[in-house]
């Protein structure tokens, strides 16, 4: 696994051994990053269920603002903060744009600070029963108003969620393949 662009690009990605940690490919991410284009720029980030961090650094070598992970696994977190460091040495980024918060989603309320694009992998097999909660409880606290929501998810899968509207799918349903639904709120 790599970044796929912008001024980090190739650095490699650690990833933790074992299955507790599904990184996004490099060829979806790829697709994703494409679709957003530059608006990405400016962006204030969150990756949510964090991993390797790949959504979140991804972003910051394209241009956004700043990144901020959250995740919980103690593995995870040390391949993540290895990652973190260096995406930051390799785009000569300030350490103050990124955050990595070792913190439950579940537990994030309207005193965390807010972002305009949020990245949120779950995994795979809670995604159909948890993700109107993770919404509720995770995204709707920290979204700004025109916040988009990146969700991967089994391609086989199109939550409907409450106050959300899916703007685009990127990647080709299927049940095992990896796609991306990008929510919007309803206005």
């Known amino acids: 696994m790599r970044i796929t662009g912008g001024a980090a690009r190739g650095i490699q990605i650690k990833a933790p051994k074992g299955n507790a940690t599904r990184p996004a490919t490099d060829r979806l991410r790829e697709a994703i990053f494409s679709s957003l284009g530059a608006s990405i720029e400016g962006c204030k980030v969150a990756d949510l269920f964090a991993g390797t961090g790949s959504y979140g650094l991804e972003a910051l070598s394209r241009g956004a ?39 439950d989603v579940y537990t994030l309320d309207s005193n965390t600070p807010s972002y305009d ?30 916040a988009r929501v990146l969700v991967e998810l089994p391609g086989n899968l199109e939550p409907k969620i409450k106050d959300w509207q899916v703007l685009r799918r ?16 309803t206005h």
């Open 65 to 103: 603002a700043s990144s901020t992970f959250f995740e919980t696994d103690h593995t995870a977190l040390t391949c993540l903060r290895q990652n973190v460091q260096a995406t930051i040495r390799s785009c000569n980024l300030d350490t103050g744009v990124t955050k990595v918060v070792a913190r």
């Open 170 to 185: 990127i990647g080709k349903a299927g049940k095992d393949k990896p796609t991306a639904l990008i929510y919007e709120r």
């Open 117 to 146: 694009l949020i990245f949120l992998d779950p995994p795979y097999d809670t995604i159909a029963e948890n993700l109107q909660r993770i919404f509720e409880r995770a995204i709707n606290p920290i979204a700004l108003e025109n």
